[in-house]
């Protein structure tokens, strides 16, 4: 397979055409090779117009959706970023070619190894990748002025919004009454109001992001 050119075919026929101009993810999108963050027998399949399950609760967005949910978290040149359950460091890998510094937590050592070789192979210094509980974030690094979930969640990430810098951006998909949502929620003192930007495809929250079930008497 000429991975090159499904890489040039997704961002044209998925990316492009749905209103993500920002030619910084575009050219990020093109050239980073998203088939080394997914299993050998799923490579021939991460550039077809489907989310992709490669580990128990990880997977890798649609391209549409993945790069309208990166557009929305507005990331600048200057911004540090956490990315939460980073898997094997796809989302992590973009991020870090648009910020200054990118800190990732993922709960599985071994996709947290597998992202940190994964960003070594392809040359990132500016992205360093800890084993812990994503829900928890990484208080200890921030403030951030950027959070990025590449999944669904159920309910505000009350504990993550608090590590965000004022001004700060947290992108999700939130999933609310059977629809999801990818938008930001965005810091203002002690306020976070969540702004959505484009209907998802996505409805598997991710782990540690699902809202418990209410029982009714």
């Known amino acids: 397979m000429n991975y090159e050119a499904a890489r040039r075919h997704m961002v044209e026929s998925q990316v492009r055409p749905n209103d993500v101009t920002d030619l910084r993810i575009q050219r990020a999108m093109e050239t980073i090779p998203r088939e080394i963050f997914a299993p050998p027998e799923l490579r021939d399949q991460v550039y077809v117009e489907r989310e992709i399950e490669y580990a128990p609760g990880r997977r890798l967005l649609r391209a549409r959706d993945f790069s309208k949910l990166i557009d929305a978290a507005d990331i600048r040149a200057s911004d540090v970023v956490l990315n939460v359950a980073c898997g094997s460091g796809y989302s992590t890998s973009i991020l870090a070619s648009l910020a200054e510094m990118v800190v990732s937590v993922e709960s599985d050592e071994s996709l947290a190894a597998a992202a940190q070789d994964n960003l070594n192979t392809l040359g990132f210094s500016n992205a360093a990748v800890i084993t812990g509980d994503p829900a928890a974030g990484a208080a200890g690094q921030g403030p951030f002025d950027v959070i990025f979930i590449g999944g669904v969640i159920e309910a505000k990430p009350d504990a993550l919004i608090g590590q965000l810098s004022e001004g700060g951006r947290l992108a999700a998909i939130l999933r609310e009454d059977g629809v999801s949502r990818g938008g930001v929620f965005l810091k203002s003192g002690a306020a976070a109001p ?24």
Request: proline share 12%; no cysteine.
């Open 194 to 217: 969540f702004s959505p930007q484009f209907d998802a495809a996505s409805s598997a929250a991710l782990p540690g992001f699902i809202r418990p079930k209410e029982f009714v008497f």
